[in-house]
């Protein structure tokens, strides 16, 4: 243990400062050290020189900085280069020989400033890429499938870099230089290459970079097949007496199309299980392709068939399963068969049977509606009505659906129609009724006087007493239906003649007021007129006189 005291740590503190110190000033001198300029002209430290070239070559190297003695070891073997001094705008040159290699170059100054300086030179071919098949290889197969491809580019070097991808979704592949000339497996799992699809090897190295474009190769078509996939097309649920049933191979084949390959024979084979009873399928054995199958089954019940499928890339099957049920039977119920205009008649659906579909059409122009239950309705319009009903079971074949109708007759309401003979009078009034009706076999007349009938002619009608009188009819005919119609007479009382005077006397301005009373505005209302005056002239009379009416 060392232990430390006042004197021991002022020691410690000043041997860190001069190491501060040294470290600060071999930087500073480092930095007066010059760089090499790079391909572009700038000053670098330990830049890559590029030679792009297998055959000889002449490297031209300067500095940003001039300096003393100095010697160059240019890496491939020849004797070291010594020199006086350098001045910056000058080139120092070396020859290397033919071929493709990294060289690494060392400049060195001694001091001071006592400078190492170093540059790796790449003499090298921009690489091309290109693949090959192995002999005996294969480019097409089912998946899943192992396939290999060789690395055959050209001008490869150290620095290249290879990038494989085989055209699947994988993850890209990539390999440093040694790839060149290597043999790469790969596997194509199923569902991931529609038929056919391409390699693709991508190669660069430094000199491909300098040129701003890399090397791409393509080994195409690579042809990878899968499995068909089968299907049966047939109706799956139908209604008896429907039993025959056809089922079609309608497997879908994989990649072939003109150009994907796969066009080896398919064969096919069926097995309607428990055809003939439990346990007693009924098979087509192994056979290319052919017709539909038409199957006549027994009666109701639930069937099963398979179908198996070969291809080149193997075998497949499914499965289909059909049921026969019994068929619905459709049926519509109204609880009137002859309405009146505007009468409500309610429909009930009277299906019975496996149905879930149902829809009506009741005839009133509306076309096709969903229908359940139950519906009321009425018609404004007299006529003939077929009101139909269809039902279906969702997802039955044709066999499956029925239909059934009801009549409805909506019969138009009788006319009531009358006329009268008179329509005022006073103080007392006769009146003539002449019916008019149209399509009536019953009469309700109401006279509004209290008194009524039911005759189809009614007698004539008197009214006594003044008044208005409202007569009414109501008509009906065969089928129920009825119709009314009113009209209206007044019987006014006759007026009560009443002239007032004034006494005067003979060319005095006499004054008249009519007080008539009649029933123009109703009984007992008094009807006056302004007072009218008049001037009477003397007369020949020996005693002229004025009678005053009460």
């Not at 009268?420 to 019916?435: E, F, H, I, R």
Request: aromatic residues 10%.
């Amino acid at each position: 243990m060392v232990i430390l005291n006042n004197g021991n740590v002022r020691a410690f503190l000043q041997y860190l400062s001069i190491l501060l110190v040294l470290a600060l000033w071999l930087n500073e001198v480092k930095a007066q050290c010059p760089k090499l300029l790079d391909d572009n002209g700038v000053p670098t430290t330990n830049p890559t020189l590029l030679l792009c070239s297998k055959d000889p070559r002449t490297l031209f190297i300067s500095f940003d900085k001039n300096f003393g003695s100095y010697s160059i070891n240019w890496g491939d073997g020849s004797p070291v280069t010594p020199g006086t001094s350098y001045t910056t705008g000058n080139v120092i040159s070396h020859n290397y020989a033919a071929g493709v290699n990294n060289y690494t170059l060392t400049i060195t100054i001694p001091g001071p400033p006592n400078c190492t300086i170093t540059a790796t030179v790449v003499k090298e071919e921009p690489t091309t890429a290109s693949i090959q098949v192995p002999f005996g290889g294969v480019t097409r197969a089912c998946a899943p499938a192992t396939l290999q491809f060789v690395n055959s580019s050209t001008n490869g070097s150290a620095n290249t870099i290879y990038t494989w991808d085989f055209g699947d979704g994988s993850p890209t592949e990539t390999y440093p230089a040694s790839n060149n000339g290597a043999t790469i497996p790969h596997t194509y799992q199923r569902g991931t290459v529609d038929c056919g699809t391409t390699v693709t090897l991508t190669a660069h190295n430094k000199c491909n970079d300098r040129q701003g474009s890399v090397s791409v190769a393509e080994y195409t078509p690579i042809l990878i097949w899968d499995l068909d996939k089968p299907a049966i097309s047939s109706d799956v649920l139908l209604c008896y007496p429907d039993t025959i049933v056809t089922f079609t191979n309608t497997t879908d084949l994989n990649c072939v199309k003109p150009g994907e390959g796969n066009v080896e024979p398919r064969t096919e084979y069926w097995r309607f299980i428990d055809y003939f009873g439990p346990g007693l399928d009924s098979i087509i054995d192994w056979r290319p392709f052919g017709p539909p199958r038409v199957m006549h089954y027994p009666g109701i019940g639930t069937y099963r068939v398979e179908l198996r499928e070969r291809s080149y890339c193997g075998e497949v099957n499914t499965f289909q399963t059909v049921n026969i049920i019994a068929a619905p039977i459709a049926g519509i119920a109204a609880d009137k068969d002859t309405i009146c205009i505007g009468e409500n008649v309610r429909f009930t659906n009277v299906t019975t049977g496996p149905a879930n579909v149902y829809r009506w059409d009741p005839a009133d122009g509306g076309g096709w509606q969903s229908f359940n239950a139950g519906k009321t309705i009425n018609y404004l319009f007299p006529g003939s009505y077929t009101v139909r009903i269809a039902v279906d079971v969702s997802g039955g074949s044709p066999s499956c659906k029925d239909t059934a109708q009801v009549p409805v007759v909506v019969v138009p309401d009788p006319v009531a129609k009358f006329t009268l003979s008179k329509y005022v009078g006073c103080d007392s009034l006769t009146v003539n009724v002449t019916n008019q009706s149209v399509g009536a076999n019953s009469w309700t007349w109401n006279f509004g006087q209290g008194t009524t009938s039911a005759a189809q002619s009614p007698p004539a009608v008197k009214y006594t007493t003044p008044g208005e009188y409202i007569i009414s009819l109501i008509v009906g005919s065969n089928q129920g239906c009825s119709n009314s119609v009113k009209d209206t007479v007044n019987v006014y009382s006759s007026p009560k003649v009443s002239i007032g005077v004034i006494d005067g006397c003979a060319l005095d301005n006499t004054v008249f007021s009519n007080s008539t009373v009649f029933d123009l505005f109703g009984p007992g209302i008094l009807e006056t007129t302004v007072p009218q005056m008049s001037n009477f002239q003397p007369m020949p009379m020996p005693h002229p006189e004025v009678t005053k009416l009460p």
